[in-house]
């Protein structure tokens, strides 16, 4: 396994942030996350530091455990590549769904029960404050694919 399997994972990961935005924004139908920060230089830059975090979870996990594009794992003979591309896709699609499912409890319990009188939809109100909620989730899905990546194979 080398450098080229290593940016793969990577690209996929990559595409799989920018889809998961999609669906953050369907998820959270009270914060109008991407079209709430346009045009605010402050809400993008805190946008895109969250998601240069995320990279930087994703390219270091991708790094020490790749896809096995290659024909040989070098990890447990006996093993197909096959195999260890269908568990660890499977781990990192279980992680985004994780993802989800806490934003979208999270948002429930802070939009709609509002403890404390916290509506999690005042964030809304402002272009950096949803920044920020980004920059958080951003943070949090690299974590969680980080660790999704990461996970032994169980053979």
């Keep these: 396994m080398g450098i080229t399997e290593g940016f793969l994972t990577f690209l996929l990961v990559f595409f799989v942030g920018l889809g998961s935005l999609r669906v953050l924004d369907h998820i959270t139908p009270g914060i109008s996350e991407i079209s709430k920060i346009r045009g605010n230089p402050v809400a993008i830059a805190l946008f895109a ?3 240069f975090v995320y990279l930087s979870f994703a390219f270091i ?6 896809l096995p594009i290659d024909t040989t794992t070098g990890i447990v ?4 590549p096959l195999t260890l591309i269908a ?4 781990t990192l699609f279980v992680g985004v769904l994780i993802s989800f499912l806490f934003a979208f409890v999270y948002y429930r ?11 999690l939809d005042d ?6 404050a949803v920044g920020i909620y980004l920059t958080g989730y951003l943070i ?4 969680i694919v980080y660790v ?8």
């Design 49 to 51: 530091a969250g998601f």
């Design 61 to 66: 996990a991708s790094m020490i455990s790749p």
């Design 77 to 80: 003979s006996g093993v197909s």
């Design 87 to 90: 568990y660890k896709l499977v």
């Design 109 to 119: 319990i802070l939009a709609k029960v509002e403890p404390f009188g916290v509506d």
């Design 123 to 128: 964030v809304d109100k402002e272009p950096v």
């Design 140 to 143: 949090s899905l690299g974590a």
């Design 148 to 155: 999704s990546l990461l996970l032994p194979v169980v053979v």
